[in-house]
C-alpha cells in the first residue's frame, strides 16, 4: 500500500525558497491602483509594472494556499486539510483618523435694550445667548454713565434658557447709559469666546429724574418721598409729574426756601426744546416744546396759588415761589423770546388765579408790585380801566361772565389792586402774541368776531383815549410786575 504524501511539507518548502531568493529583490513601497508601483531596493527607489513585480509573490501565495488547504491527491476519504475563519481589516479609507473637532457655531447675544434705544429708569437689563456660556457676572458684563462711572447692577443667572438679567441699583435716571458686554472672558462649552461689544441706550423716565433732583437740590428724605408718592399716582411724563410732585412737595416743606428749592429743582429737570411727553412705546421724554411747556406753567400757577388759598403758602412764600418759577425760565432751556412769552403766560395766569380763589390783598402784593407796573406806564390807563374796562367791559369779562376764564377776564373793582391787575391783564395780552393790540382795538369796535359786539366806535373818546394809551404803550418786563 502505498504512504500518504504529506502536502503540506511541500508548501513549507516553497515558502522558504520564496523568502530566501527575495533577498535583494525591489520591495513594494507604494503602489497605484493602475500599473506602475514605486518600489525601494539596496540602491534605491525604481519603478515597475504592478503585474511584473507581484507575479512572484502571487505564484508563491498560490502554492502555499493550495498547500496549506489541502490541494492534493487524494483516494477517497476525506481531504487532509480545513477552512479557518478569517477577520475582515478596516481600510485606510474607512477609518476616521480625524481630531476631535470644534463646534462652528459661535456664541452670540441680543441684549435689551439694544444700541440706541430710549427706555425708562426702571428698567431690568437683559442679554440673551444663542447657546449656554460661562464667565456672566458684573465683571464682565458693566455699566456706565455718561461720565464714565461704573453703575451698580444686581445680577441673576437664568433658570431656564439662556437669557442673563441685570438690574441697575438705584434705578436709572434720565441720561445715556453704555452697556459693555466681554470686558472679561464669556465663553461657550467649546471655549469660543463672544465678540466684545459696547451697547449705547437712553433713559429718559419721569419719575425719576425729578427725585434725583430733589435729592441732588438737598431736600430732605421726608419732603422727596411726599413728592415721589405723588407723582407715582399720575403718568410718567413730566408734564404730569411735575405739578403733581410740586404739589406735594409744598405741602411737605415747612419752610418758604424749601418750597422754593422744590420748585426750582423740578424745574431744573426739563429743557426746552421738544416735548414734555411721548407717546412712543417705553420713552418718556423729558424736554418740553411751547405748547406743552405752557401747559405746564398754567398747571404750576393754578396749584401754586391754590396751595396759597388753603394755607399752604403764605404771602411771602408765593411771592418767592412766583419769583423761583420765573427765575427758572432760562434754567430749562427758553430762549429770550419764548422766556417773555412763558413769563407773560405765566404772569397772567396767576394774576387772574388771583382773584379766582379770592386771595387777599396781602397776597396780590406779594406777587405784584402796583406802584413799579404804574411808575413804568403812563397814568392814562387810569382812565382807560374806568371808563372802558369797568364801564363796558366787566360786564362779560369777568370771573363768571360770559367771557369769563378767557385771557382778558379782569379783576372786581372790590378789589384793591383791580387797577393792577386788570393793568397786568391787558398787558400780558399784548405781550402773547403779534398783533394783540390792533385785535383789543379792532374787539372793541365789534370786530375780530367779537361776542360783545361793538362797546366802542372809533369817533368816541373812549376809543380816542384807548388808541393813544396803547400807542404810547412800552410793554414792561414781566419781571417788573411780577416779584
Known sequence: MRKKRQPWILGFLLLIFAWTSSCGEPIPVDCATEEECTTENEGGFETGTVAGIAAGGA??????????????????????????SSETVPSKESMDTSPDTVSTVLPTYATDPSEGDVITGTSVLKVTFNKSVTGMSTTNVVLKDANGITVTMDYAAPKLGNTYT???NPDLTSGSYYLSIGEGPIVDSDGQSVTASIIEFRVEDALTTGRAAMEAAGLSSTIIIAADNAAAAVTNNLLSVIPAAMSAGIVAASTSAAKSTVISSLLGTVNGAASLTS?????????????????????????????????????AALGSAVTTVIDSLDDAGADTDQAASFQATFNSAITTDLVVYSLSAEYITAVTDGEDVLEDTDASFSRVNTEILQAKCMMCHMDGGLAGGTP?????????????????VVVNYFSAADGNKEKFLQKAQ????????????????EFQLLQSWIDSLETPQISTILR
Open 279 to 315: 407717546t412712543a412705546d417705553r420713552t418718556i421724554t423729558r424736554i418740553s416744546d411751547t405748547t406743552n411747556f405752557t401747559t405746564l406753567l398754567l398747571l404750576i400757577s393754578d396749584l401754586l396759588v391754590r396751595q396759597a388759598a388753603v394755607g399752604n403758602l403764605t404771602a
Open 59 to 84: 505564484a508563491v501565495a498560490v502554492l502555499a494556499g493550495g498547500a496549506i488547504s489541502g490541494g492534493g491527491e487524494s483516494s477517497g476519504g476525506s481531504g487532509g486539510g480545513t477552512n479557518g
Open 166 to 168: 441685570f438690574d441697575p
Open 446 to 461: 365789534g370786530g375780530g368776531a367779537h361776542g360783545g359786539g361793538a362797546i366802542i366806535n372809533s369817533s368816541s373818546t
Open 408 to 424: 382778558l377776564t379782569y379783576a372786581n373793582p372790590s378789589s384793591s389792586k383791580h387797577e393792577v391787575i386788570n393793568y397786568s
